[in-house]
């Protein structure tokens, strides 16, 4: 299995950026599927994920909820997030994540996914 993670780049605060996960071994669908996101300095954190198999069940961090919207594309097999509003705290590198087995309080968890993308930077500047 590997994922792809895709979109980033350097944007302005205020600016919308998407970026695309895509994966070949899996199918999307049939896995819930994460992003992540890791600052300069900082730990990975949970930015949002898509339980398998249901579309409706999505979560968000705190810090980006009503900003990102994850979704996915069954025929394309891709998964995105689309961010609005970018803010210069949402500078990171965003990483896609994907589980066969991930039970709904282990969404946010980075434990809980098998495989990982390579990481897309997504700068923001004032």
């Known amino acids: 299995v590997q994922l792809q993670a895709c979109g980033g780049g350097l944007v302005q605060a205020g600016d919308s950026l998407k970026l695309s996960c895509g994966a070949s071994?899996?199918?999307?669908?049939?896995?819930?599927v994460g992003w992540f996101r890791q600052a300069p300095g900082e730990e990975r954190e949970f930015v949002a994920a898509?339980?398998?198999?249901?579309?409706?069940?999505?979560i968000y961090a705190d810090s980006v909820k009503g900003r990102f919207a994850i979704s996915r594309d069954n025929a394309k097999n891709t998964v995105d997030l689309q961010m609005n509003n970018l803010k210069l705290e949402d500078t990171a590198v965003y990483y896609c994540?994907?589980?066969?087995?991930?039970?709904?309080?282990?969404?946010?968890?980075?434990?809980?996914?098998?495989?990982w993308g390579q990481g897309t930077l997504v700068t923001v500047s004032s």
């Open positions: 071994g899996l199918t999307f669908r049939t896995a819930t």
């Open positions: 994540a994907a589980g066969r087995s991930v039970i709904d309080s282990s969404m946010s968890r980075s434990q809980a996914y098998n495989y």
């Open positions: 898509i339980k398998s198999y249901n579309n409706n069940n999505r």
